[in-house]
Every structure is written in C-alpha cells, then in structure tokens.
C-alpha cells in the first residue's frame, strides 16, 4: 500500500548546526505536505508546509523541500537550539470527496546537545 | 490558531471498562478528527467526526469499539469501549483550522493528547 516514511528515526546534532530531517512519500497524487514537530507530552504543532507546485517554502529558521520526481521531502531547520529537540513528522495531505485526510510518516526524534 | 483541549489530560483504565475522550474548541470548526498514536509511533487517523451524522471510520477501526459523538461544531468526544491494554496509546482530537497567514491551505491543528494506559 501506499505510504509516507522517513529515512532516519533520529539524528543527532550539536547546537547552532544545521539539520535536515528527510521523508519519502509514494501517493504521487497528494498536492500539499505539512510537517509538524512533536514535544514529549503534547500534540503535534505545525511548523511549515507546501504544496505540490512548489520546489522550496522557508519560514522562520526552516525551509521545506519538495523532489516530486524521487517523491522526496525535507525540513532543513538553520541554527539549531536544544529547544528544537522533539519527533518530527512529516504528514501528506490526501483529498478526497471534499475533505482532506493526513497520513503521517513515522518520524525522525531530533537531538540537539548544548 | 484554533485552542484546542482535551480532557482527561491522561487515565489509567482497568481491562473491559470504557472511557470517553472530550475535545473541545475554542471556535466553530467544520472538520473534526480523532487519531491514536500508540507508543513510540506515529498517528493513525481513526475517524473523522462529522457535526450532526454519523462518524467516517477509517479502515480497522469501527463504531462499535470507538463510538464517536459531534453534537455541534466545538465539541466532539471519543469512546474507547470495553478497553484491553492493546489499546494504551495516546488519544489526539484535530481540526481543521481554515487557511492562516502564511499558511498554503487548510491545515489541521491538534490538541494536547489523552494518554491512556489499560490494566
């Protein structure tokens, strides 16, 4: 069946580098990804998305890319800090009859050492 | 975004009893969901809760074991019925929060969790 999955299931950094958190999708038809990032005892917060149409989306110290060709995703997140530490999931955004339906990779546990 | 609690925050239920899962919003939503995630998983889309019919249950999940209710467009609950420890995993109620600055589409925004564990 069709899925979302992720390439590493944690990384590990050190305080101030760069992290790239990966992500593979096989349903060629969805047209809008999201990530979201998880803390230990909450709900998972949204960070960044994009649609199909569009390559690369950067927000505040992330920046999403999209390789539709090799259906693959990534959250690059600059200078990261110890706060940045939590699971990060990206999600696909499956339409169908008028509604939408998120089916989530398993996710990457992000490490960052002071 | 849309606040969004949950209550019980988290419960320790005994086998064969059952719990029931609010979720509350702070504004009327159109799109309400219930997802699970078991330990050191991801999320599995349970049901999507539909305001004034019945529940879309997704595959592996039925009504009679996760009944769900959605009187209005604020508040829905979930029911873990005639639990059995398989089903210890963390309870998420999403909605689907309309278009925001900066936002490309209609996202899903989360509440903090139920965390169930079954004796």
């Known amino acids: 069946g069709e899925s979302v999955g992720l390439h590493l299931p944690t990384l590990s950094v050190q305080e101030g580098d760069n992290s790239i958190i990966n992500c593979a999708y096989s349903?060629?038809?969805?047209?809008?990804f999201i990530w979201y990032k998880q803390e230990s005892g909450k709900g998972p917060q949204f960070i960044i998305d994009?649609?199909?149409?569009?390559d690369k989306r950067q927000g505040q110290r992330v920046t999403v890319l999209l390789n539709k060709t090799v259906k693959h995703l990534s959250l690059q997140i600059a200078a990261t800090q110890p706060g940045d530490s939590a699971v990060y999931f990206c999600?696909?955004?499956?339409?169908?009859?008028?509604?939408?339906?998120?089916?989530f990779g398993t996710g990457t546990r992000l490490l960052v050492s002071p | 975004s849309a606040v969004i609690s949950q209550k019980p925050s988290r419960d320790i239920c005994q086998r064969g009893t059952s719990l029931t899962i609010q979720c509350q919003v702070d504004?009327?939503?159109?799109?309400m969901f219930w997802y699970r995630q078991q330990p050191g998983q991801s999320l599995t889309l349970i049901a999507t809760?539909?305001?004034?019919?019945?529940?879309?249950?997704e595959s592996g999940f039925v009504i009679d074991k996760f009944p769900i209710s959605r009187p209005n467009l604020t508040f829905s609950t979930l029911t873990v019925s005639n639990m059995s420890p398989e089903d210890s995993s963390i309870y998420l109620c999403?909605?689907?929060?309309?278009?925001?600055?900066?936002?490309?589409?209609?996202?899903?925004?989360f509440g903090p969790g139920t965390r169930l564990t079954v004796l």
């Open positions: 999403s909605v689907e929060g309309g278009r925001r600055s900066g936002r490309l589409s209609d996202t899903q925004y």
């Open positions: 349903n060629s038809a969805s047209d809008y």
């Open positions: 994009i649609r199909s149409n569009m």
């Open positions: 999600a696909e955004n499956r339409r169908n009859t008028g509604f939408q339906k998120l089916v």
């Open positions: 504004s009327q939503v159109t799109m």
């Open positions: 809760a539909n305001q004034g019919s019945e529940a879309t249950y």
